[in-house]
């Protein structure tokens, strides 16, 4: 079993950057297709980036050129690195982690409700 936890949620001004961490509390990540999803209340889940275990990466077109993730598998953790943030990108977000599969690069919306481990989720509120 998989715990995670995020951290570095918060509120910023439009244009502003944020770093978002997701840590296992228990389990290993390093094998991991690690996912951001995020989800604004009332509306569905959009996945925002996946990283696979050997770090190729994939983005949904609106954050492209703006979010970057990353990952550490020495302390068994995945970043989003949030820049140029904007009013559409205030949600919850959410780190996701799945062992069975490989991300592969592949649009997350393909995987994103396949994911077996989820945090409790951090606030982003971009004003």
């Known amino acids: 079993h998989v715990q995670l936890v995020e951290s570095g949620g918060g509120s910023v001004q439009a244009g502003g950057f944020l770093r978002l961490s997701c840590a296992a509390r228990t389990g290993t990540l390093s094998s991991a297709c690690m996912g951001w999803i995020r989800q604004v209340s009332g509306q569905e889940r959009e996945g925002v980036a996946s990283?696979?275990?050997?770090?190729?990466?994939s983005y949904v077109d609106s954050v492209k050129g703006r979010f970057t993730v990353s990952r550490d598998n020495g302390k068994n953790s995945v970043y989003l690195q949030m820049d140029s943030l904007k009013l559409e990108d205030t949600a919850m977000y959410y780190c996701?982690?799945?062992?069975?599969?490989?991300?592969?690069?592949?649009?997350?919306?393909?995987?994103?409700?396949?994911?077996?481990?989820w945090g409790q989720g951090t606030q982003v509120t971009v004003s």
């Open positions: 996701a982690a799945d062992s069975s599969f490989r991300c592969r690069g592949l649009s997350i919306s393909l995987f994103q409700s396949s994911f077996s481990y």
């Open positions: 990283i696979d275990a050997d770090g190729e990466t």
